[in-house]
């Protein structure tokens, strides 16, 4: 009888594989486990053990496994599920959902190792010299990497040589499996077995500082019992790493390493006191009473309506019933402030996952969360949904409507808040989705699916007012002389206000840089990146253009590159532009920027966000990065430089994002004790979207915007789908595009939108088409996907569309 495995392996190959295994394997391998298997020529890969079987159907020969890593899975059952339910739904291959998932340290990779022939004899004379430096560098070494011979010969392209050396049997080369994931140790000391005490003031009688090591290591060993670190001993002598050494060459000590884990969260004294308000207690005790009945709650509580402290109490029960809970925020910058609140409670519960870790970091965690060994509360941004849980009971995601929990490059394009769903399935579990501006498709599940329930927080805490806000109309402070570069003269007047009331100000504009455009007043010439179809954004600290897109810059020239003119105009403006100009009005004012140029370094966030909270600028200018969960306690006034760009994007979302982007940056303001004030500057200030902020009255935005998303035939009422064409061929690209729609045509008819380029129709080389299938509810979504897949199996079949990328992205929004 025969036996087979088949495995995940990570690759974007859409299937799994099958290989031979024992008896003794079949009755040893369980799914999850790691298995390196040969694929292709001669490379060796980490798969996933999926499922054990005897009953194989395929026509062609199997290959047999190479070697099993582990004695226990590391990948349980729950996520070999979702797995699969992330790869049909989303339309991609299991093996990029692998890869998405697991720390790429806990897969082992496949290194190129060259050794010399034993069987074939040869004379060095008859080598060339690149040849001749490889045989002498594998004579010292042994064995060389492939990285190695590009050092050795100072050349790039070296396969045509390495390929030419083993036809000629000069050389061997193999597949070697290595493991990139290094535990941390840290240099213990314990008694030498050989070692017998003696004399000791005798034996030491001329060496004080290794006597008072000696002591205090039987001290500390009396008194604690556990692994003494070298470094231990620091505080004795400044010498003594050196005395601890000579004690171990007298065989009195011994050095070992002891394995340690990475720690990330300090401890904090724990605290259980947590008051929650009438209404938060109320909220609590809805939420409880209907997750008895309903697996999905939306939990919609105005800004700094204590929704944090919910969750708490939520967590509390849970982790007294030793369970797991995922809390899952938008951003890891949000990961900050949400762990110092947290770690007060659960410091050693608490666990933060994202990709701000280094691989060893989330490889432990990992490996942590396997052996489920406590209850735990897991705060992440989207790629936590894809940990080992094993005894999840709730997820709680915060700000449900962010973009962010969305995935767009590389694949698997999966959307967190929606993947979250099924996860909670699998496990069991419940879900409350959080949010002062609820997603449309959210707040639809609530109202017209009843999929989910509803519990709201309308009040702030402390019964503090909502912040008041005022719309400044940029037409008629130009024409009025009440303007001051990017300033009315009403923001100006009240951050001058707030500061002198030793209040703090954040000043919104969605922008980086300096500015967005940079054109000679003489031609209209605008430098544009190479790669991209885009303007370079102009960064005044650095002077140089960059591209947003690709990362492309160059050095900023004093003259036009097309007329030579040295008069330049900047159209838009970035943070760096409202930084520089605020900083004119008042040079005595302490300025801090926060967007993705000033939060680079590792730690230059949690540096930004802390020297505000601790009042050390009065002046905080920011992206998005300002308008999502942070909360500053002395922030009076919230400046919002120029809405427009928010209104006018070209999407059918843009009302829905503009009205959560306001409400979510003014709700920074006014968070403790006195109302704040919001200061929105617009050239659109009759725009209907203008009245709903203003008002803040969610549900009558929400009316508003569904009867539009009906009426033009969009979610909720709709499922989506977006295919892209891609090739760096522009003229490829458009014939490509028009056969791929017209094949997919007879099947969509009237619900099938494109070829069109998107809002930028070049990114890296590469020219790009949208083609938008419209899907209604009623029809089946796995059966479109199945045309979609013939279709594009059909246009790879065409030679000149071999090279064309073919991208679909389920629920692109």
Known sequence: ??????????????????????????????????????????????????????????????????????????????????????????????????RASIPSNLILQSETIITLDPDTNFDDDKLDEFEFLIIEAIRIEGQISIKDVSDIINKKNIFSIITKMSNMRLIRVNEKIYSKYKPKLVKCVRLNKDFKEKNIEFFFKNAKIQLNIYKYFQRMKSEFNSHIKVSDFKNISPSYSSAIKKLVDKQVFEYYDMEVKRNYIEDKIRSSNLNLSDNQKVAFDKINLLFEKQNVILFKGVTSSGKTEVYIS?????????????????????????????????????????????????????????????????????????????????????????????????????????????????????????????????????????????????????????????IIDLSKKIRAGNMHGLFSDTLLKNISGSVERNKQVILFQNRRGYSPVLECNNCGFSPRCVNCDVSLTYHY????????????????????????????????????????????????????????????????????????ENHDYDVLI?????????????????????????????????????????????????????????????????????????????????????????????????????????????????????????????????????????YISRIRNKYQKNILIKIPKEHSLSGVKKIIKKSITTFHSISDYRSVQVIVDVDPY
């Open 314 to 470: 939520l967590i509390k029960k849970l982790l007294n019933s030793n369970q797991q809970v995922l809390y899952l925020v938008p951003e890891i910058a949000l990961t900050t402030q949400l762990v110092e609140r947290l770690k007060v409670y659960f410091s050693e519960n608490l666990v933060v996952y994202h990709s701000g870790l280094n691989i060893n970091q989330r490889a432990e965690l990992w490996n942590d969360l396997m052996k489920n060994e406590k209850p735990q509360v897991i705060i992440g941004a989207r790629s936590s949904i894809f940990l080992p849980f094993s005894n999840l009971k709730l997820i709680i995601i915060d700000e449900e409507h962010e973009q962010t929990y969305k995935q767009f490059e590389p694949s698997p394009r999966y959307h967190a808040r929606d993947s979250s769903l099924i996860l909670a399935n699998i496990h069991n579990s419940k879900v409350l989705l959080g949010s002062a501006t609820p997603s449309i498709e959210s707040y639809f599940n609530c109202e017209e699916s009843n999929k989910f329930s509803l519990v709201e927080l309308n009040e702030r805490y402390g019964n503090i007012e909502l912040p008041k806000i005022n």
């Open 622 to 758: 920011g992206t998005q990065m300002v308008t999502k969960g942070l909360d500053f306690r002395n922030v009076s006034l919230v400046g919002v430089m120029n809405l427009d760009n928010s209104i006018n994007f070209p999407d059918f979302r843009s009302y829905e994002r503009c009205y959560q982007l306001v409400q979510q940056v003014a709700g920074r303001s006014g968070r403790s004790k006195e109302r704040g004030e919001v200061i929105i500057q617009t050239y659109n200030s009759e725009n209907n979207i203008i009245s709903h902020i203003i008002s803040g009255d969610y549900k009558k935005f929400y009316k508003n915007q569904i009867i539009d998303r009906k009426k033009f035939n969009y979610p909720p009422f709709i499922k989506l789908i977006k295919i892209t064409i891609k090739h760096k061929d522009l003229n490829r690209v458009n014939n490509s595009s028009s056969w791929f729609f017209n094949r997919i045509l007879p099947y969509f008819k009237n619900n099938l939108l494109g070829p069109e380029f998107p």
């Open 1 to 98: 009888m025969s036996y087979y495995v088949e495995v995940i392996l990570p690759i974007p190959l859409n299937q799994k594989f099958t290989y031979l295994i024992s008896k003794d394997e079949f009755d040893f391998i369980k799914p999850g486990m790691r298995i390196v298997v040969p694929f292709g020529k001669s490379k060796l890969y980490t798969s996933i053990a999926y499922q054990i079987h005897k009953n194989f159907h395929g026509d062609y020969d199997l290959k047999s496994i190479t070697q099993i890593i582990d004695k226990i899975p590391i990948v349980n059952s729950f996520q070999l599920k979702f797995w699969d339910w992330v790869s049909r739904y989303y339309f991609t291959s299991i093996g990029d959902v692998m």
């Open 541 to 612: 600290s650095k002077n140089i253009l960059r591209c947003h897109y690709c990362g492309y810059n160059e050095k900023t020239h004093s003259t036009c590159h097309k007329c030579q003119s040295k008069d330049f105009l900047s159209k838009g403006f970035g943070t760096e532009q409202v930084e520089i100009e605020l900083k004119g009005f008042f040079p005595n004012l302490k300025v801090i920027r926060l967007d993705h140029d000033t939060t680079r370094g590792k730690k230059s966030f949690k540096k930004i966000i802390n020297s505000f």
